[in-house]
């Protein structure tokens, strides 16, 4: 069935390096969004992006969404302990049900 | 202005009992999500509702159930609880469309014994 999809789940990262995650849908997206959720915490909304090949950055923070709407990924650079947590894509599937990715959990090591 | 608040925040059952949560909205917020949240499972999609009508439904079991008031407020049930239903249950709202930004309350904690 339709569903988004995100990898690597799980990515243990040095501090300083960086890294991507990836996600995709098996069917055109409206639109992508992002969400981290801290340890412990509840998911938050980071971005929404909309347009075919769009690029938004957000400090350290870069999202893409495929020329297709089938793709996207965020990338951090220059990885600090704030950034510990998962990340979620979610793509709305039908009208009234977005779909989120299984998430990739992000351990920083100092 | 206030979040998405969710009661109760912790709670414990045993197995065959029934459980209610509740979720009040951002003001204004008219569609109210709710999803399951398991480490194996991730966010699973449970039902959304707007103006007091469910427009969209997950797969999950009969057992699983909602309903929206006219001030917007939300409350799920699950009956006949099984060890499985042990999860983090999650509110989320928005002012219209359930498949824009969604702002999520913390969330009630179940465990089933």
């Known amino acids: 069935g339709q569903q988004v999809m995100q990898i690597p789940q799980y990515q243990h990262v040095q501090e300083g390096e960086d890294f991507t995650t990836y996600c995709n849908s098996s069917t055109t997206l409206s639109n992508i969004q992002w969400y981290k959720q801290r340890p412990g915490g509840h998911p938050v909304f980071l971005i929404q992006l909309v347009k075919s090949g769009e690029v938004k950055k957000q400090k350290r923070l870069t999202f893409q969404f495929g020329e297709a709407k089938k793709n996207s990924s965020l990338h951090i650079t220059a990885t600090q302990t704030t950034d510990v947590g998962t990340y979620f894509c979610?793509?709305?599937?039908?009208?009234?049900?977005?779909?989120f990715g299984a998430g990739t959990t992000v351990t920083v090591r100092a | 202005k206030a979040g998405v608040t969710q009661t109760p925040r912790y709670l414990i059952k045993t197995r065959g009992q029934q459980v209610t949560l509740s979720c009040s909205p951002i003001?204004?917020?008219?569609?109210v999500s709710w999803y399951q949240q398991t480490p194996g499972q991730g966010l699973q999609f449970l039902f959304e509702?707007?103006?007091?009508?469910?427009?969209n439904k997950g797969n999950f079991p009969g057992r699983f159930s909602g309903r929206q008031f006219s001030n917007s407020r939300s409350e799920m049930n699950v009956s006949t609880l099984e060890l499985g239903d042990s999860a983090l249950y999650l509110c989320?709202?928005?002012?219209?469309?359930?498949?824009?930004?969604?702002?999520f309350g913390e969330g009630s904690r179940l465990t089933v014994l």
């Open positions: 989320a709202s928005s002012w219209d469309r359930s498949t824009g930004e969604l702002f």
């Open positions: 509702y707007f103006s007091e009508t469910q427009r």
């Open positions: 979610a793509g709305p599937l039908d009208d009234y049900k977005l779909s």
């Open positions: 003001s204004g917020h008219r569609s």
